[in-house]
């Protein structure tokens, strides 16, 4: 059973377009990460959200936390094919403990 | 240059041979943690230590052990690998916690025979 539910699991689109992708769970979190990966690297850290309805912003990526701290979303605004990736979100309950969800991979068409 | 290195890159290997995977990193972080990378499976996490000496199991812990004797290395060791630990392993490290950046080795791709 994961912790963490990604969708959507694969997005295809054309560059310029926006998209959202989302990060559900039952359970609550004290923080919650978004990180991208590159085939052959390992992940690299986008942000990390600890209050129960922040949003941050870095530059065309929107990324906010819900009310209840159980769910996440990424918004990117005008995609380009430089944004292609795997997304992962991860959740963390203690200090420790990290719960990744399995990630949306991401294309981005010239 | 800080990051954290990883050894070996690529290992195949035989079912119950014993095998240990390096990690260390530069940054005097305190710490660390490993991770398995499987297709349609995302990363889940294997073990983590807060600092030397503290460890404790993350998401997938069996037929993995770990040990922190010191602050920069955090060995992975497989005392009787099986073919359902064939994966992509992941090392990171952080300064106190994995709510700061952490930060990823490179991976070691490993297959058990």
């Known amino acids: 059973t994961q912790l963490l539910e990604q969708s959507p699991q694969f997005l295809s689109i054309q560059e310029g377009e926006n998209l959202t992708v989302y990060c559900n769970s039952s359970?609550?979190?004290?923080?919650l990460q978004w990180y991208r990966q590159e085939p052959g690297e390992g992940p690299v850290l986008l942000v990390t959200?600890?209050?129960?309805?922040e949003v941050k912003k870095l530059k065309r990526l929107t990324f906010q936390f819900g009310d209840a701290r159980k769910d996440s979303s990424l918004h990117i605004t005008a995609a380009q094919p430089g944004d292609t990736g795997l997304y992962l979100c991860?959740?963390?309950?203690?200090?420790?403990?990290?719960?990744f969800g399995r990630g949306t991979q991401l294309t981005v068409w010239p | 240059e800080a990051q954290v290195t990883q050894n070996p890159r690529y290992l195949i290997t035989v079912t119950g041979k014993k095998l240990t995977v390096t990690c260390s990193q530069n940054?005097?972080?305190?710490?660390m943690s490993w991770y398995r990378q499987d297709p349609g499976l995302g990363l889940r996490q294997i073990y983590y230590?807060?600092?030397?000496?503290?460890?404790d199991k993350g998401d997938v812990p069996e037929g993995y052990k770990v040990s922190r004797k010191e602050k920069r290395n955090f060995p992975l060791i497989l005392e009787s690998p099986s073919p359902n630990q064939t994966s992509l392993y992941f090392c990171?490290?952080?300064?106190?916690?994995?709510?700061?950046?952490?930060?990823f080795g490179p991976g070691t791709r490993l297959l058990v025979l």
């Open positions: 990171a490290s952080s300064p106190k916690s994995y709510q700061e950046t952490q930060y």
């Open positions: 359970s609550v979190f004290s923080s």
């Open positions: 959200v600890v209050t129960g309805g």
């Open positions: 991860a959740g963390g309950s203690t200090l420790g403990r990290l719960y």
């Open positions: 940054m005097n972080h305190e710490y």
């Open positions: 230590s807060m600092n030397v000496e503290v460890t």
